[in-house]
């Protein structure tokens, strides 16, 4: 079974720190993806990576950074939080190529005060 | 952007019955995928349909595509408690998947 995880499912931060959300995946995924999912809007992409220290800017990358330096691990950076950003965040990962299906993490809830 | 729409935004129905659920999306796509949410948790894959397929079968999941009007479909038989979730569609034309809002399902015992 494919596993991805995320290092927390809720958070708790104030305006203006910097956030670190982490996931991992063990199926050897070439592609990885965040996304924040917020009532009403559905889920949106912020970054994606098809390959170790390559990414690309999904629909909503203001205000984010993305890292990948290892194959099974994607890390999404806010580097300055704002209220703006309290939201779920879901990690995903696919294999290597284009429209496959994809896996998705627990969800990590964030609220920024 | 190719965003599904589902339709209808949410469903309430009787264990047992059935559940039509729909997604109409905008441009040319590889295939459609449709996921599964319980509430406050991470997307679960359905099943997927190739643009040059028009039905597919999995379980009591029964999906359909129609490319010339843009549409899917997707029906759940006999429904069961355990099937209330959010179900999104999903437009896959590249690396990225495109979710449409979802359709909100809720199966009463």
């Known amino acids: 079974d494919v596993k991805v995880t995320q290092s927390s499912r809720y958070l708790v931060k104030r305006t203006g720190e910097k956030v670190f959300l982490e996931c991992v995946q063990d199926?050897?995924?070439?592609?990885m993806f965040w996304y924040r999912q917020d009532p009403g809007l559905g889920l949106r992409l912020i970054y994606f990576?098809?390959?170790?220290?390559?990414?690309e800017k999904g629909d909503i990358p203001e205000g984010y950074s993305v890292s990948r330096e290892k194959k099974e691990r994607f890390s999404l950076i806010l580097e300055s939080a704002s209220t703006n950003q309290t939201s779920m965040y879901l990690c995903?990962?696919?294999?290597?190529?284009?429209?496959?299906?994809?896996?998705f993490g627990p969800g990590t809830r964030l609220t920024v005060t | 952007s190719q965003q599904g729409e589902e339709d209808p935004q949410a469903l309430s129905i009787q264990e047992g019955e059935n559940a039509t659920m729909n997604c109409s999306y905008k441009?040319?796509?590889?295939?459609l995928q449709w996921y599964r949410q319980n509430s406050g948790r991470g997307l679960v894959h359905l099943i997927l349909?190739?643009?040059?397929?028009r039905e597919k079968h999995s379980g009591r999941l029964r999906v359909t595509l129609d490319t010339s009007k843009k549409s899917s479909s997707l029906l759940i038989t006999a429904s069961r408690a355990a099937d209330t979730a959010s179900y999104f569609c999903?437009?896959?034309?590249?690396?990225?998947?495109?979710f449409g809002k979802g359709t909100k399902l809720s199966v009463i015992p």
């Open positions: 995903a990962s696919s294999e290597a190529g284009n429209s496959y299906e994809q896996y």
């Open positions: 199926m050897d995924h070439e592609n």
């Open positions: 990576s098809y390959d170790v220290k390559m990414k």
């Open positions: 441009t040319s796509i590889n295939n």
């Open positions: 349909i190739r643009s040059n397929e």
């Open positions: 999903a437009t896959a034309g590249g690396y990225q998947l495109t």
